[in-house]
């Protein structure tokens, strides 16, 4: 049996003193891009009561477009805000675990053990993180075996909703960040959530997956998640210099006209030093763009309803 998460918490990393962050005008936006009046995000009140955690699943099957950055830094920006935040790292590849520190040879547990034995209880395998207010589970590559593992499971497309359900009223927002396919492990995380945020990298033959994603979606509506949402298409990666990364987002706009968030992220290498740090760019570069935009993501998707 896992010990508590207090004995096995390895997140006890001192984040940076933070100083006075970039304002929302050195963001890159959607708006501003395509030469749109740009909305302003202000800073949602605090919370009084917490819990009934919204779930979003962070999903793209292609790699490398900036799910895991987006799970971890869009957390820590809506626990800046005094929501309580739950990571879940759903990818046998566990770069969420990485990126926040924590060793896979070390843990004693992880989504794994919760998705594949009943008798364990998710309290047993939460980690704390460097960030107040957030909390992870880890993953391990044996989580690849899961798969193979449930293929004989009744209602197998349903045991992470399981899984999740014991601590939905002590958070108000749970992130789960996918592996990059649609296999089984992803619609079990579509099943669980309400919503999907989709990074998208702002590259043409990063559209080119999106359909696809889409049909998915789709089915996991009809067959075992009726109040799946979409929550946002993130453009992720936006490269400033380049007119081919101002054409992408237009082709994004395009076919998502409601759905494109307006906060973009652009490249910048701050963000692979954090991932060698194993904190989010909010602490480790608190006062760069890269931070301010993950801190206007959060109060953006606030202010459409994804979370309190």
Same mark, same amino acid.
């Given at each position: 049996?896992?010990?508590?998460?207090?004995?096995?918490?390895?997140?006890?990393?001192?984040?940076?003193?933070?100083?006075?962050?970039?304002?929302?005008?050195?963001?890159?936006?959607?708006?501003?891009? *395509?030469?749109?009046?740009?909305?302003?995000?202000?800073?949602?009140?605090?919370?009084? !009561?917490?819990?009934?955690?919204?779930?979003?699943?962070?999903?793209?099957?292609?790699?490398?477009?900036?799910?895991?950055?987006?799970?971890?830094?869009?957390?820590?920006?809506?626990?800046?805000?005094?929501?309580?935040?739950?990571?879940? /790292?759903?990818?046998?590849?566990?770069?969420?675990?990485?990126?926040?520190?924590?060793?896979?040879?070390?843990?004693?547990?992880?989504?794994?053990?919760?998705?594949?034995?009943?008798?364990?209880?998710?309290?047993?395998? %939460?980690?704390?993180?460097?960030?107040?207010?957030?909390?992870?589970?880890?993953?391990?590559?044996?989580?690849?075996?899961?798969?193979?593992?449930?293929?004989?499971?009744?209602?197998?497309?349903?045991?992470?909703?399981?899984?999740? /359900?014991?601590?939905?009223?002590?958070?108000?927002?749970?992130?789960?960040?996918?592996?990059?396919? *649609?296999?089984?492990?992803?619609?079990?995380?579509?099943?669980?959530?309400?919503?999907?945020?989709?990074? *998208?990298?702002?590259?043409?033959?990063?559209?080119?997956?999106?359909?696809?994603?889409?049909?998915?979606?789709?089915?996991?509506?009809?067959?075992?998640?009726?109040?799946?949402? %979409?929550?946002?298409?993130?453009?992720?990666?936006?490269?400033?210099?380049?007119?081919?990364?101002?054409?992408? *987002?237009?082709?994004?706009?395009?076919?998502?006209?409601?759905?494109?968030?307006? !906060?973009?992220?652009?490249?910048?290498? @701050?963000?692979?030093?954090?991932?060698?740090?194993?904190?989010?760019?909010?602490?480790?570069?608190?006062?760069?763009?890269?931070?301010?935009?993950?801190?206007?993501?959060?109060?953006?998707?606030?202010?459409?309803?994804?979370? @309190?």
């Amino acid at each position: 049996m896992a010990k508590s998460a207090s004995e096995i918490s390895r997140l006890n990393a001192k984040s940076t003193i933070k100083s006075v962050s970039k304002s929302d005008s050195e963001v890159v936006t959607t708006s501003s891009v *395509l030469n749109r009046p740009t909305p302003i995000f202000p800073e949602p009140p605090h919370l009084t !009561t917490h819990g009934d955690a919204q779930i979003i699943s962070v999903v793209n099957q292609k790699g490398g477009v900036g799910k895991t950055t987006t799970t971890i830094n869009l957390g820590a920006a809506f626990a800046e805000l005094g929501r309580r935040v739950l990571l879940i /790292d759903f990818d046998p590849q566990h770069s969420l675990s990485v990126g926040l520190n924590v060793s896979t040879r070390e843990i004693e547990g992880s989504i794994y053990d919760l998705m594949m034995d009943e008798s364990t209880k998710i309290d047993d395998f %939460l980690l704390k993180t460097s960030v107040p207010g957030m909390d992870m589970v880890p993953a391990h590559e044996n989580l690849a075996g899961a798969e193979g593992g449930l293929v004989s499971v009744i209602a197998r497309e349903k045991i992470l909703k399981r899984v999740l /359900d014991p601590v939905r009223d002590f958070y108000d927002v749970i992130l789960i960040d996918c592996q990059p396919s *649609l296999g089984l492990l992803t619609v079990n995380a579509l099943t669980a959530s309400n919503w999907v945020l989709v990074p *998208l990298e702002c590259e043409y033959f990063a559209l080119r997956g999106v359909a696809l994603l889409d049909d998915i979606i789709k089915k996991v509506q009809v067959n075992t998640n009726p109040d799946l949402k %979409l929550l946002g298409i993130l453009p992720t990666m936006f490269d400033r210099k380049t007119v081919h990364s101002r054409e992408v *987002l237009e082709r994004i706009s395009e076919a998502f006209p409601s759905k494109i968030c307006d !906060t973009t992220i652009a490249r910048t290498v @701050r963000f692979p030093e954090t991932t060698v740090a194993g904190e989010p760019i909010t602490s480790y570069a608190s006062s760069s763009v890269g931070a301010a935009s993950y801190r206007r993501l959060a109060r953006e998707l606030i202010s459409i309803g994804g979370v @309190r």
